[in-house]
């Protein structure tokens, strides 16, 4: 008899709080992993903290939580797939080895949409409104919002969340500009700039989107000076990373009137402490962290792994790599 074919261990790692996934994946799921090919076992980790301890022997680890030191202790891994989007700690924790990182960037249409909610939400003057609503009071002064027609957004990072962004702020009537790496045209921004340009992103973004990720040359991208650069009266939302952002000088610039407020979802400390006077600052509207996340997101996203999978198994490349070195 032929010898059985030897078993590929995939682990799947339980999944972000606070969506439709909070377990690793099961049942159908599981089924359509496990159906890739006959020699795929899947393992669901119940504690993706210590992910190491329940499948030791896993060559395949998809989840959301950093693999920390576990990456250099596991023998038999060879490939991470992250169904976040940021990487940079999971980049960190391979550094130096051969495990190659991909991810899923299921998440642009959500996290476009988010970012448009924030944007609305502040020019129609929402959360004002919302608070009268609790209050029982009918009043109308103060209560008038402006429109976003004509108004023009800058988009830092023209990734697969800022090229959805573009286009549905496009539908809106903004002008778009746009700053990426390569400083390569994307369809419907009507200006794309590389780095180096930044300065005049800014000086023309009345509404200023952070969809960057974490990395040694964004950390702290968006300081004091840069937020000098805007418009008075702009609107800075960022749904990439806390350490993008200079939070005090944020808050210092809504202080001061120059900025008109800010929407935020991520933070340099998360789950963002009581103590912060973030929470308190007017013009502010801060979200959790969910940004990215919907229901059905598995539905997305395990396809999308399967395919890789089986792209992993025949020897052929994987879709989405990420450059370790990069963090993206």
């Known amino acids: 008899m032929p010898p059985e074919p030897r078993p590929v261990i995939v682990a799947a790692l339980a999944q972000k709080p606070g969506t439709d996934a909070d377990a690793a994946p099961g049942g159908a799921h599981a089924a359509a992993i496990e159906s890739v090919d006959p020699r795929v076992r899947l393992v669901r980790v119940s504690d993706r903290a210590h992910w190491f301890e329940e499948a030791p ?16 202790r596991a023998k038999h891994l060879r490939w991470v797939h992250s169904l976040g989007a940021g990487v940079e700690n999971l980049c960190q924790d391979v550094a130096g080895t051969d495990i190659l990182v991909t991810n899923t960037h299921t998440h642009g249409d959500v996290l476009a949409e988010h970012i448009m909610a924030l944007v609305l939400a502040h020019t129609r003057r ?24 004509g108004k023009t957004l800058g988009i830092l990072g023209l990734g697969t969340i800022g090229t959805e962004l573009a286009r549905r702020a496009a539908a809106f009537g ?80 809504i202080q001061s009137g120059h900025l008109a407020g800010a929407g935020l979802d991520v933070f340099e400390q998360e789950p963002l402490p009581a103590s912060s006077p973030l929470w308190h600052l007017p013009g502010l509207i801060i979200t959790p962290h969910v940004a990215g996340s919907s229901p059905g997101f ?3 996203a395990v396809p999308f792994f399967c ?17 370790v070195t990069r963090g993206y």
């Open 57 to 72: 022997e896993a060559e395949v680890i998809m989840g959301f939580r950093p693999l920390r030191d576990g990456a250099t």
């Open 126 to 149: 929402l959360p004002a409104l919302l608070a009268r609503q609790a209050e029982g009071r009918w009043m109308r002064d103060g209560a008038v919002g402006a429109v976003i027609r």
């Open 298 to 300: 598995l539905e997305r």
């Open 174 to 253: 903004m002008r778009v500009w746009g700053v990426r790496r390569s400083g390569a045209a994307v369809p419907g921004v009507d200006r794309v700039v590389a780095p180096a340009a930044l300065d005049d992103v800014l000086k023309a973004s009345d509404v200023l989107a952070i969809t960057v990720p974490l990395t040694p040359e964004t950390r702290g991208l968006i300081g004091a000076r840069e937020l000098a650069l805007l418009p008075r009266g702009a609107f800075v939302v960022n749904v990439g990373r806390g350490g993008t952002v200079d939070e005090a000088a944020l808050a210092a610039a």
């Open 307 to 323: 395919e890789n999978l089986r792209r992993y198994l025949a020897g052929e490349p994987l879709l989405n790599r990420v450059d």
